[in-house]
T-cell receptor, first 113, second 114 residues
Framework: DAGITQSPRHKVTETGTPVTLRCHQT?????MYWYRQDPGHGLRLIHY???????DKGEVSDGYSVSRSKTEDFLLTLESATSSQTSVYFC????????????FGPGTRLLVL | GESVGLHLPTLSVQEGDNSIINCAYS??????FIWYKQESGKGPQFIID?????DKRQGQRVTVLLNKTVKHLSLQIAATQPGDSAVYFC?????????????FGSGTRLLVRP
């Protein structure tokens, strides 16, 4: 998984609770991304980062926030989890952008009850 | 809106045969395309990519063909093996789009019969 780890790998939580997912990379890549994967929707971009403290929204950013205080770590926070946020979350990295491949982590399976 | 899609949601092939997975894209500004393989319970894995200034690119047992005239992308897998069973996604990125976003298709499931 290209030097990418995600934690936790599985989590069950209750509606209304905050949840933070962590992505850690050892590749020193500048760009990091958070996607969610749901049946019928494929992979959809939530937020991305183009450097330390530089982040921007993707197509499904409502209800999510991110932070990147170090090159190697990109955190995704669900401030108040909802059942619609039950999904598999993938982190990805790329060295730069444009014609650069994104490499994916192993994923975090989140269930919100 | 612009989209990347696949013709066949499920493809079943005999072990040893060649597989062809197709993908149609609608954004003529897209200039970089990637094929990913995703096994159950794992993240997408890069297979091969191609830029719009190319028509064909070959890797180990895989070939990607790009037909810009009809906006069609295909992945050919030679001598398909049981380990090739997975979901395959095509993805595109338009260089004009500064959001660094890959647009993914919905995926095709490849089943390899022994």
């Amino acid at each position: 998984d290209a030097g990418i780890t995600q934690s936790p790998r599985h989590k069950v939580t209750e509606t209304g609770t905050p949840v933070t997912l962590r992505c850690h990379q050892t590749e020193n890549h500048r760009y990091m991304y958070w996607y969610r994967q749901d049946p019928g929707h494929g992979l959809r971009l939530i937020h991305y980062s183009y450097g330390v403290k530089d982040t921007d929204k993707g197509e499904v950013s409502d209800g999510y926030s991110v932070s990147r205080s170090k090159t190697e770590d990109f955190l995704l926070t669900l401030e108040s989890a909802t059942s619609s946020q039950t999904s598999v979350y993938f982190c990805a990295i790329s060295e730069s952008t444009g014609w650069e491949t994104q490499y994916f982590g192993p994923g975090t399976r989140l269930l919100v009850l | 809106g612009e989209s990347v899609g696949l013709h066949l949601p499920t493809l079943s092939v005999q072990e040893g045969d060649n597989s062809i997975i197709n993908c149609a894209y609608s954004n003529s500004a897209s200039d970089y395309f990637i094929w990913y393989k995703q096994e159950s319970g794992k993240g997408p894995q890069f297979i091969i990519d191609i830029r719009s200034n190319m028509d064909k690119r070959q890797g180990q047992r895989v070939t990607v063909l790009l037909n810009k005239t009809v906006k069609h992308l295909s992945l050919q897998i030679a001598a398909t093996q049981p380990g090739d069973s997975a979901v395959y996604f095509c993805a595109e990125t338009p260089r004009m789009d500064s959001s660094y976003k890959l647009i993914f298709g919905s995926g095709t499931r490849l089943l390899v019969r022994p």
